[in-house]
């Protein structure tokens, strides 16, 4: 399976560095933020596949970050804390944390903690095993870069591929087409947002996704599984 791309937000750069290390030696890309500010700019950004977020922030609460982005995202989110009380425990899950851990913790059970989290996403995600993600009538096969629709290898361009899986996993998220073009394309592309529009209605014919893709006036799109 691919890399997976972890946030970690935390303001004591010690345990940042720590768990920075923990995590790339385990393979994953790792970014950091020591602000609640700037790890939900970043989340919001980069859009990892797990975050890391610690309870005291010096800007926001590590709770509130949790709020904010659990309307937002889907992403999983296991809370750092140094407070160890259950009454503490409930709310930081009720604010939409998957996971709680407290300090001082075991790098190895951080990392365990959120290898089971990311298993248990992935399964609800539809990713298999196999590195395979079952949407509905399509399945992608992401070492290979490509995309059956029941069973039926489709002819996709790699910007194609790439949109194509953007949206399928996240699901019910509207993007820009600016945003879409800098994930896509990269924020060096010289195209314009045209090009998106052409990529989408591409992709809807050749996936059959012609009402899933769904175009929001005025803004962008979003897949509606
Ligand atoms: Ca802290």
Known sequence: MKDRKILI????????????YGFEKEGFLVRCACTGGEGFELACREQPDV???????????????CRMLAEQYTMPILMLT???????????LESGADDYITKPFDLREVIARVR????????????????????????????????????????????????????????????????????IWGYDFAGDTR??????????????????????FGVGYKYVP
């Not at 937000?9 to 920075?20: F, G, N, Q, R, S």
């Not at 140094?82 to 930081?92: C, P, Q, S, T």
Request: proline letters at 3%; glycine letters at 6%; hydrophobic letters at 40%.
């Open 116 to 183: 089971t989290i990311l298993r248990r996403f992935d399964k609800a995600e539809g990713i298999t095993e196999s590195g395979q993600m079952v949407c509905g009538h399509l399945t992608v096969v992401e070492r290979e870069h490509s995309v059956y629709s029941h069973g039926k290898l489709l002819n996709l361009t790699p910007k194609e591929y790439e949109l194509l899986v953007f949206f399928l996993k996240h699901p019910r998220q509207v993007f820009t087409r600016t945003i879409l073009l800098d994930r």
């Open 195 to 216: 090009t998106v529009d052409i990529h989408v209605q591409r992709v809807r014919k050749k996936t059959g996704l012609e009402n899933a893709l769904v175009t929001i």
């Open 9 to 20: 937000i935390e303001d004591e750069k010690p345990i940042a560095d720590i768990l920075k």
């Open 82 to 92: 140094a407070r160890g009380n259950v009454e503490d425990k409930l709310y930081g």
């Open 51 to 65: 975050v890391l977020l610690d309870w005291m922030l010096p800007d926001i609460s590590g709770v509130d970050i």
